[in-house]
């Protein structure tokens, strides 16, 4: 069994950053701490993409030899592992945990205490396998997306990542340095700490990037996936149980949490090896957020007469906002924690502090938005073809596209370049 140490995570600034970029190969961590699971899904092997630019057929995280050990999630004649892997080019690395494929009710039921009307009405979902992170996305995984931001102007001017009609499917914008660090870091800026204050549009590029580089399909979870994960198999408030009296074993919370965020995977996990599914930072997921929960889905189901998918029960944004946030976070009630809660993004009363206009499309500047953050999963089966990839990593309206070129092309906050596998490797020559 492949047994290799996780590579330690990065203690430098965004700025210093582009310092670390060299080329390295994957790792494998094939032990965690959850139960092996068995499912017979009769799945076929992921496809390779035909569209090119492509993200490469995946097979990290998939052998045909059942672990001795460890979490698992059993397959037609295959295995789902635990695996961590680093960034290419950089020694910074991240863990990430195979969830199994099921059906499950998204949201509570009447009885549970703190129960919000936008939790209902009940809805069935089946949910494909996936592979989810360990642990939220930490500064030392998001500073390096930030890096982005010099680098492209430094290769910008060597002629280099410019984009043009040929290569705009693998435009990524890259954020603004932080107008006030204050505002994003004051609550915790370690390496292991979760990243936080970025806006739902800045998770999804950063997913587009790390998918890019690392020819993997990489997105934020669909608010579905994200709850079927959390709950791992159990139906009561909390996946330990509906006592609340246990949440301090699991999450910082309002209560708990002094004001500030802590280093991920600190407490204890969820029956599949999940950290931090409950409070630290709060979580986005894809779906724009309505006061009416889960009609739309119930009645789409209704209609088709048989059970929804997670990608057909995904309630895409027509709108800057709201849009769903799930765990809670150290600066919310402890209620927010529960399996089913659910939080409205506000970026108008998030944005408050920050002068520029337009607002930034990557930050945020106020409470609650300083303890928004997220965690990233890869599907056993991704989507076909680079259009489809799209939906699940670009802006969805075009205000957010809008507001994104005024600030790179009028006010020079932010960049766009082209993003592929060979982007460690131009960073790299920048510096010799």
């Known amino acids: 069994m492949a047994f290799l140490t996780a590579v330690p995570y990065a203690t430098t600034r965004p700025r210093a950053a582009l310092k670390r970029w060299a080329i390295v190969a994957l790792v494998v961590f094939t032990s965690n701490s959850f139960v092996g699971m068995s499912l017979s899904l009769g799945l076929e092997a992921p496809s390779k993409l035909t569209d090119e630019p492509q993200v490469a057929t995946q097979t990290l995280g998939l052998q045909s030899t059942r672990p001795e050990s460890g979490g698992f999630v059993e397959l037609d004649g295959q295995f ?8 290419p080019g950089t020694d910074v690395s991240f863990e990430m945990v195979p969830i199994p494929g099921g059906t499950f009710t998204m949201g509570s039921p009447e009885s549970e205490k703190n129960r919000n009307e ?7 979902i089946h949910i494909e396998p996936f592979w989810m992170g360990k642990h939220e996305v930490t500064w030392a995984e998001y500073e390096l997306y930030m890096a982005l931001d010099e680098a492209f102007k430094s290769l910008h001017r060597e002629g280099l990542r410019k984009i043009t009609e040929g290569n ?8 603004s340095e932080l107008y006030d660090p204050d505002f994003t870091l004051d609550a915790g800026e370690g390496p292991r700490q979760p990243a936080a204050t970025m806006t739902q549009y800045a998770a999804k590029q950063y997913t587009k990037w790390l998918s890019l580089i690392d020819q993997k399909f990489y997105r934020l979870p669909a608010e579905a996936e994200w709850e079927y994960a959390c ?13 609340a009296g246990e949440l301090d074993d699991h ?3 309002l209560d708990n949490g002094d004001d500030e965020r802590h280093e991920v995977g600190q407490l204890k996990p ?3 090896g999940l950290h931090d599914m409950y409070g630290n930072v709060a979580e986005w997921v894809l779906d724009a957020y309505s006061k009416d929960g889960y009609f739309h889905q119930t ?7 048989e059970t929804l998918t997670a990608a057909e029960a995904w309630r895409r944004a027509k709108k800057l906002y709201p849009r769903v946030v799930r765990g809670g976070s150290f600066e919310l009630e402890p209620t927010y924690c529960r399996s089913a809660a659910r939080f409205a993004s506000h970026d108008k009363d998030w944005s408050i502090e920050d002068p520029n206009f337009p607002k930034s499309p990557w930050w945020f500047t106020d409470s609650p938005g300083l303890g928004i953050g997220f965690r990233i999963i890869r599907p056993l089966n991704p ?4 259009v489809n990839q799209e939906s699940y990593w670009n802006a969805d309206i075009s205000r957010i596209r809008r507001d994104a070129k005024n600030r790179i092309e009028s006010n020079g906050r932010g960049s766009w370049g082209a993003v592929d596998k060979h982007l460690p490797r131009d960073i790299e020559a920048l510096e010799e």
Do not use: C
Not at 80 to 87: F, G, L, S
């Open 118 to 124: 936008d939790e209902g009405p009940n809805v069935e």
């Open 80 to 87: 789902m592992v635990p695996y961590t892997a680093t960034i």
């Open 270 to 272: 969820n029956p599949w």
């Open 299 to 305: 009645q789409l189901g209704l209609s088709k007469g």
């Open 168 to 175: 705009e499917i693998d435009g990524v914008t890259a954020p």
């Open 231 to 243: 709950r791992a198999g159990t139906t009561t408030a909390y996946y330990f149980g509906d006592d």
């Open 383 to 386: 989507p076909k073809g680079r």
């Open 251 to 253: 999450a910082w919370h």
